[in-house]
């Protein structure tokens, strides 16, 4: 096991990357900025096909260009290397934001499901849904739990009347309990 002082160690160095990746990000936004100023009082458009942000040993911290459907994206990176943020597209054109663990997987969702309406989905350390909040088929709010294992075991919305339900479920999705 690692003695207080190391993890502190670790934490103090950890920190020291993190505020130069801030400061360089900074910098390179307060040049791009820079550059484009004219002394007309209006700017010109950067045009490049991608940014890169890298720490002291050139390892990527963020990213922005061009996501692999066409759209713009945005990615970061922890000290690790692993991608734990990505804001981009889906493939129908809306917005999404997918938040990773440290181990890069997936914990958070945020987006539009098929029609168009806000979803969000939590997933476990191990990448499986366990909780989404949404709208069903009419627009109605709606919020489902599952198991470790991603087995809905509960929701909770709105019926066809527009009042509210909450349904618990057998993990082969049988209704077994249900209070109007």
Same mark, same amino acid.
């Given at each position: 096991?690692?003695?207080?002082?190391?993890?502190?160690?670790?934490?103090?160095?950890?920190?020291?990357?993190?505020?130069?990746?801030?400061?360089?990000?900074?910098?390179?936004?307060?040049?791009?900025?820079?550059?484009?100023?004219?002394?007309?009082?209006?700017?010109? $458009?950067?045009?490049?096909?991608?940014?890169?942000?890298?720490?002291?040993?050139?390892?990527?911290?963020?990213?922005?260009?061009?996501?692999?459907?066409?759209?713009?994206?945005?990615?970061?990176?922890?000290?690790?290397?692993?991608? $734990?943020?990505?804001?981009?597209?889906?493939?129908?054109?809306?917005?999404?934001?997918?938040?990773?663990?440290?181990?890069?997987?997936?914990?958070?969702?945020?987006?539009?499901?098929?029609?168009?309406?806000?979803?969000?989905? $939590?997933?476990?350390?191990?990448?499986?849904?366990?909780?989404?909040?949404?709208?069903?088929?009419?627009?109605?709010?709606?919020? *489902?739990?599952? *198991?470790?294992?991603?087995?809905?075991?509960?929701?909770?919305?709105?019926?066809?009347?527009?009042?509210?339900?909450?349904?618990?479920?057998?993990?082969?999705?049988? $209704?077994?309990?249900?209070?109007?």
């Amino acid at each position: 096991m690692n003695s207080l002082e190391e993890r502190v160690l670790r934490l103090e160095s950890s920190h020291r990357r993190w505020r130069r990746a801030a400061f360089g990000l900074g910098a390179v936004l307060l040049c791009t900025v820079a550059m484009g100023a004219r002394l007309k009082g209006h700017t010109d $458009v950067l045009r490049v096909q991608g940014i890169e942000v890298v720490n002291d040993q050139g390892e990527r911290l963020v990213w922005i260009g061009q996501g692999s459907l066409g759209e713009g994206a945005m990615e970061t990176y922890n000290n690790r290397g692993k991608r $734990v943020t990505l804001i981009a597209a889906n493939e129908r054109g809306d917005g999404l934001l997918n938040i990773s663990n440290n181990d890069a997987r997936r914990v958070f969702a945020g987006g539009a499901n098929d029609r168009g309406d806000g979803l969000l989905e $939590v997933f476990n350390s191990n990448g499986v849904p366990v909780s989404l909040v949404g709208a069903n088929i009419r627009g109605d709010g709606l919020i *489902n739990a599952a *198991n470790k294992r991603g087995k809905w075991v509960s929701a909770m919305g709105a019926d066809k009347d527009g009042d509210g339900v909450v349904e618990t479920l057998t993990p082969g999705q049988e $209704v077994t309990g249900k209070m109007p």
